[in-house]
């Protein structure tokens, strides 16, 4: 199994005519898929076809440590072991990952990315992680902000205003 296009085809056979195919002929194709320890088939056939082996591959997904497939497993797939996923993602030190992680994974450990943006010191992602990550310290990201010369102060009073909102919606609710 080499041709990507082909292999994809065919998880798109199997999910649109699954009705025509006895199960053990998917079962078998799934195997040859688990056998290529490839992240983006395992996550495409754990996504297209419903009686997957999610774990299986999740497992291959997990050990290849691909960024993309690790968030869009843990974003896409119901039962996926986001704190694994985002371990990795976390480990890749990277603060786009780590914002787009937290932005958009339910469930993600949202201050250990917050951390690998802070430490990053990049100022576009940490106003991002501030700006549109719920459960973000966005005194901290400010922090950082107000640390780089080249800021806009646009950004920070758009924090500022933020956080503020967050505020009184927590006092509402108190």
Request: glycine share 4%; with cysteine; proline share 1%.
């Amino acid at each position: 199994m080499q041709d990507r296009e082909k292999i994809i085809r065919q998880i798109e056979k199997y999910r649109n005519n699954s009705w025509f195919y006895n199960r053990g002929e998917i079962e078998d194709f799934e195997r040859r898929i688990l056998e290529c320890r490839n992240s983006e088939y395992c996550y495409f056939f754990a996504r297209e076809i419903r009686d997957a082996d999610i774990e299986s591959h999740e497992k291959v997904v997990l050990e290849e440590k691909i960024f993309k497939y690790n968030y869009l497993f843990a974003k896409n797939i119901i039962g996926a072991d986001v704190l694994a996923h985002g371990k990795v993602v976390i480990d890749t030190c990277n603060p786009k990952f780590n914002y787009m992680f937290a932005r958009d994974v339910r469930g993600a450990l949202v201050l250990d990315h917050g951390d690998v943006v802070l430490q990053s010191g990049d100022p576009k992602y940490n106003y991002l992680f501030a700006k549109n990550v719920v459960g973000a310290d966005i005194e901290k990201h400010m922090e950082i902000l107000k640390k780089d010369k080249n800021i806009d102060y646009v950004y920070l009073l758009d924090l500022e205003k933020s956080m503020e909102k967050a505020k009184q919606l927590v006092k509402t609710y108190q």
